[in-house]
């Protein structure tokens, strides 16, 4: 069946500019995770979703970074006043409950760059 | 505060030979412990997970992980490594409950298989 799907692959804008990243995980997966992973470093958790409630935002770095599920499936995640320093990939998984058992899989990501 | 170690940034072997990729982890209560492979621009692929029992764990490609509770390690091996599973791999770790869903990534280990 059909994987984690992300939306762009690429995103390239400048500073202060605001970005949203798309989001969309595999059919019936109840839990969305949303990390960050920088060059040369292992994905760090941003926040994840149990249906369209934000479960833990503990990871968002501050307030310019927010996401959203409001139907319980599709999410996106939002960047105000983009700094060059927010440029990375941006890693969504999906798993079937938010049990710490559960299997968490990762879409292919979308890398942003700010100029 | 859970964490993650691979001690080593990268591994060299000669294709059919063993593979061993080293993870320790820090976690307060039972461990869920996980291993992922990353291609190049490619998002991150599950290998395969311990949870509880065996200690022995095997999962996909010929990959299987050993659970070591005193060494608090999850060391990645393959008996025969493939030029194909040159990659980047991740460990991570889910701790108790109060640590929440998030996995804890270790900082990946390059793996160059030779032919």
């Known amino acids: 069946g059909a994987g984690v799907s992300q939306t762009p692959s690429n995103k390239v804008t400048e500073k202060g500019k605001y970005v949203e990243l798309r989001c969309d995980p595999i059919s019936g997966h109840t839990a969305l995770y949303w990390y960050r992973q920088s060059l040369g470093q292992g994905p760090e958790f941003l926040i994840y979703?149990?249906?369209?409630?934000?479960?833990?935002d503990s990871g968002l770095p501050n307030d310019r970074f927010f996401a959203v599920r409001p139907e319980g499936s599709v999410s996106t995640l939002k960047i105000q006043r983009t700094e060059r320093g927010d440029s990375a990939v941006y890693l969504c998984?999906?798993?079937?409950?938010?049990?710490?058992?559960?299997?968490?899989?990762f879409g292919p990501g979308t890398r942003l760059t700010v100029l | 505060a859970q964490s993650v170690a691979q001690p080593e940034d990268q591994v060299n072997v000669a294709e059919g030979n063993p593979l061993t990729v080293k993870c320790t982890y820090s976690v307060s209560g039972n461990p869920y412990l996980f291993w992922y492979v990353q291609y190049p621009n490619r998002g991150l692929q599950f290998l395969l997970k311990?949870?509880?029992?065996?200690?022995l764990v095997k999962g996909s490609y010929g990959f299987e992980a050993e659970f070591n509770k005193s060494q608090t390690s999850f060391h990645l091996k393959k008996p025969s490594a493939l030029v194909s599973d040159s990659a980047l791999y991740f460990c991570?770790?889910?701790?108790?409950?109060?640590?929440?869903?998030?996995?804890?990534f270790g900082g990946g280990t390059r793996v160059l298989v030779k032919p």
């Open positions: 991570a770790v889910r701790g108790n409950k109060a640590a929440g869903n998030k996995l804890t």
């Open positions: 998984a999906s798993s079937l409950q938010a049990v710490a058992t559960d299997t968490q899989y």
């Open positions: 979703f149990q249906g369209t409630g934000a479960a833990d």
């Open positions: 311990y949870i509880t029992g065996d200690n």
